[in-house]
């Protein structure tokens, strides 16, 4: 469809551009920035009085299930999804099904994310032959094919000499290689984090050194090959010690961590509820004192979601049979912005940075700002409203989150990619 031409009258932009004006969209790019423009015949008037704009949220991590799984979300409903948390651009992972381990199935995917999605929806391609082999995919066509990166998220490399060579394909045509940091010989048949809680629930546990024992040997092969190692997820104390020195001794390493990392510890879990399992697990409190540490000195460079869509069925039963992972694509500002800017623990402008500025800078992504010939992808936010957390507001399919009923601020008033209004408040949402 065609952009529109909009002119966004009394904005109060927040980001690392922060002004109060009006802000003129021609054929997706932002042309004029001003007092009081007048408004031409051919613009579609949008009046953010009393709201604020923003530029429009970057996830580097979300799954659509999209071929494969189409019961639990779509490129079509995952998008819309994004739209309404205020993201204007989301990176899926490849672990759908087929595994897009093919130059034809990559193809048909890169093409529906394009024709889907009503959000720009970014793909990664997988590392290894149907994730879970040491078979390398063909990085350079895959890359030449306009992925975003590599990843076998949902399965860790377990093989040392895999991740080694695929670090140094990925560095060898310029792409970020994002890891699922997991060795499976430690995590057993573990479904949330080891320690007290779980033995109280009777529970198998998952150790911290599942994640940060491969996270080192990951950081040492980054080095050794130079490439973009993008650390997924990452829920422990060690890893982001790991992250802290390998950044201060020159490892080209960036890092994402989920709001319910941030937000939730083991300790929350009180009883057998599948809401709360994902991978990796919540941690302990000392765990998530030191990833939001890390999110503020900028160990961990952003948010990411990990928008984790299930059936009910699946996530229906217990901790020991429900699926791993939560949605989080129509929660993550606001629950991020209620507990933290309102709280005093970081301001907006440095929520924004985490959300949007610096996941758009370390991809080399053209967002993360509002100035003159930028891309026109901003979201409209209202701040004042509280409400509660409703999943029959969403777009997603699923419905598997632990924060349904919280009250929050930052609702999304309407969501602008390129120059595009994809999502607008109405009654009831
Ligand atoms: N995070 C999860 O618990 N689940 C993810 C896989 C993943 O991100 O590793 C999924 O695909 O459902
Ligand atoms: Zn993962
Ligand atoms: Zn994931």
């Known amino acids: ?64 299930r999209d071929p494969g799984q189409t019961d639990k979300e779509t490129i079509s409903t995952g998008s819309r999804a994004a739209a309404h948390g205020g993201f204007t651009s989301v990176v899926a992972m490849p672990n759908v099904t087929p595994v897009p381990d093919n130059a034809a199935d990559l193809k048909a995917l890169l093409t529906k994310n394009v ?50 060579a695929a670090m140094a394909a ?58 973009h190692y993008h650390a997924c997820h990452i829920s422990t104390r060690q890893s982001v010690a790991l992250i802290r020195q390998a950044k201060a001794a020159g490892v080209h390493v960036t890092a994402e961590v989920t709001p319910h990392h941030l937000l939730l510890e083991d300790t929350d879990i009180i009883g057998d509820d599948p809401n709360f399992k994902m991978n990796p697990p919540l941690r302990s409190h000392a765990d998530r004192l030191a990833v939001i540490g890390g999110l503020l000195d900028g160990t961990l460079d952003m948010v990411a979601t990990d928008h984790a869509p299930h059936t009910i069925a699946d996530k229906g039963g217990t901790m020991k049979t429900a699926a791993f992972g939560i949605v989080g694509l129509e929660t993550a500002f606001a629950l991020l ?17 985490k959300m ?15 100035q003159i010939g930028a891309p026109a992808d901003l979201t409209v936010m209202n701040l004042e409203t509280p409400y509660q957390i409703n999943p029959n507001t969403w777009f997603s399919k699923g419905v598997n989150s632990p924060f349904i009923g919280e009250t929050v601020y930052g609702q999304t008033v309407a969501t602008i990619v390129s120059g595009k209004i994809v999502y607008q408040q109405k009654e009831g949402r």
């Open 337 to 353: 912005y209620s507990r933290f800017v309102r709280s005093g623990r970081m301001t907006l402008l440095e929520l924004v940075d």
């Open 1 to 64: 469809m065609r952009s529109q031409n909009l002119l966004i009258k009394n904005a109060h932009v927040v980001g690392p551009e922060t002004f109060n004006g009006d802000i003129r969209i021609h054929q997706g790019i932002i042309t004029t920035i001003g007092q009081d423009l007048s408004v031409s015949p051919d613009e579609t008037v949008l009046d953010a009085s009393g709201q604020t704009v923003l530029p429009g949220l970057v996830d580097v991590h979300v799954h659509f």
């Open 115 to 164: 024709q889907d999605g009503v959000v720009h929806v970014h793909q990664y391609a997988p590392i290894t032959m149907a994730l879970h082999s040491n078979q390398l995919v063909d990085f350079e066509r895959f890359n030449q094919l306009g992925v975003f990166g590599f990843s076998n998220d949902g399965v860790g490399v377990q093989q040392a000499a895999t991740m080694k």
């Open 170 to 227: 990925c560095a060898a045509v310029d792409a970020p290689l994002a890891a699922h940091i997991e060795d499976e010989s430690l995590r057993g048949d573990g479904v949330m984090n080891a320690g007290p809680v779980a033995k109280g629930l009777g529970l198998p546990g998952m150790s911290n050194q599942t994640e940060s024992s491969q996270l080192a040997r990951d950081l040492d092969l980054a080095a050794a090959t130079g490439v």
């Open 356 to 370: 949007s500025t610096t996941p758009a800078t370390a991809f080399k992504l053209p967002a993360g700002h509002i």
